[in-house]
């Protein structure tokens, strides 16, 4: 009996150890161009933040265009026209953060599906979904396109119902 019990708490720790040693999942190792691809994302926030025309130009692909749900219907605009929008004079401080970005690359196509938080003068405004599409250019990563949804019924954690 003493025997059995020796070999089983034997077998639980090799099985503990192999476990805690094991390298992390694929899932949590991000590649040089996931990084590439969040980041680019990310300066394309940077630029609605700041409204600045140049920054949200440069992380796009000329030619490409957005498509925003606003209120069930398909807001569609080339991406001269999105940047207008986004870089118009204003007074309101503007933030959009994203949560749990899903990053899927193929040679020189990617796609980030993540869920976002707008925040206007320091307060909750709406949430949604970003989807983004994205091609590499000359070794650079480019948004070919964009679309989001928009809705105000969020949570402050970021958290969504789907």
């Known amino acids: 009996m003493l025997a059995f019990r020796l070999l089983r708490c034997a077998v639980v720790f090799s099985v ?3 476990a805690l040693s094991a390298p992390a999942p694929a899932a949590e190792q991000v590649s040089p161009d996931e990084k590439a691809v969040t980041a680019r994302l990310q300066a394309l926030l940077e630029g609605i933040a700041r409204r ?3 920054m949200l130009t440069e992380q796009l692909l000329p030619g490409g265009s957005a498509t925003l749900m ?3 219907k398909p807001l569609q605009m080339g991406f001269e026209a999105f940047v207008e929008r986004l870089s118009a004079p204003g007074t309101d401080t503007r933030e959009e953060r994203m ?3 899903l990053v899927r690359i193929d040679d ?3 796609i980030i599906w993540t869920r976002y938080q707008f925040i206007r003068n320091g307060k909750l405004d709406h949430c949604g979904t970003d989807i983004v599409n994205l ?4 070794g650079h990563w480019l948004i070919s396109s964009l679309g989001d949804t928009s809705r105000t019924t969020c949570t402050p954690t970021g958290d969504h119902s789907f």
């Not at 091609?135 to 000359?138: Q, S, Y």
């Open 99 to 101: 949560y749990d970005p």
């Open 135 to 138: 091609v590499k250019v000359g």
């Open 16 to 18: 503990l150890a192999a």
């Open 70 to 72: 606003r209120d069930g």
């Open 108 to 110: 020189d196509i990617a």
């Open 52 to 54: 600045d025309k140049a």
